[in-house]
């Protein structure tokens, strides 16, 4: 265990609304990720952050807003859900920007 | 983005074979990594390759840095039952140090 938590674990929600997952990290790591899991597509990143309240896009950020007020804590924000958001949402944190380590993920079923 | 082709898939095997798998690309990457990841749970770092060439064992684990710096493989020697789960390799990019994962290959070992 890399001292990630994510919550919640499960969330079933309806199309239109918004969700926010949270992660949590007790490492001091300087970089979080959030990355999301579908099937035939591996991991793929959606948004990461490199400090406190400074983010950056990874390759599948359209629908999603992130937020790092505080050095262990980065939300994920799906401001208005949508059915192709369903997926399992891992989060990951590393010291540089090599080695990620993986939280157990949230996985996020929208209807 | 720059894909990884991860190989095979999927694979079906007797307890006490031994496993290949291989990651390839047309980018060149300065780090691999080889991930394993079990049903509910986030991907779990096995081995970490920096320098090309690199040949990195971990247990009955066994992976190498292509001299080409755009593959790796990872093989597994006597697999036992525990093995089963998938199999995610990573890489980061050399030009802008992004990292990119492969879709990943599915291992079952028959007892």
């Known amino acids: 265990d890399a001292g990630i938590t994510q919550s919640p674990r499960h969330k079933v929600t309806e199309t239109g609304t918004p969700v926010t997952l949270r992660c949590h990290q007790t490492e001091n790591h300087r970089y979080m990720y959030w990355y999301r899991q579908d099937p035939g597509h591996g991991l793929r990143l959606i948004h990461y952050?490199?400090?406190?309240?400074?983010?950056d896009k990874g390759e599948v950020s359209d629908g999603y807003s992130v937020s790092r007020s505080k050095t262990e804590d980065f939300l994920l924000t799906l401001e208005s859900a949508t059915s192709s958001q369903t997926s399992v949402y891992f989060c990951a944190i590393s010291r540089g920007k090599e080695k990620l380590f993986f939280g157990s993920g949230t996985q996020l079923s929208v209807l | 983005g720059q894909q990884l082709n991860q190989s095979p898939q999927s694979m079906f095997i007797q307890e006490g074979e031994d496993v290949s798998m291989n990651c390839t690309s047309s980018?060149?990457?300065?780090?691999w990594l080889w991930y394993k990841q079990d049903p509910g749970e986030g991907p779990v770092l096995l081995i970490a390759l920096y320098k090309a060439g690199e040949l990195t064992s971990n247990g009955r684990l066994t992976a190498q840095f292509g001299i080409t710096r755009k593959d790796s493989f990872l093989n597994i020697s006597a697999s036992i039952p525990s093995d089963v789960g998938i199999y995610f390799c990573?890489?980061?990019?050399?030009?802008?140090?992004?990292?990119?994962f492969g879709a990943g290959t599915r291992l079952t070992v028959k007892p």
């Open positions: 952050s490199y400090g406190v309240k400074d983010t």
């Open positions: 990573a890489g980061q990019l050399i030009n802008n140090n992004d990292m990119r």
């Open positions: 980018s060149i990457f300065n780090t």
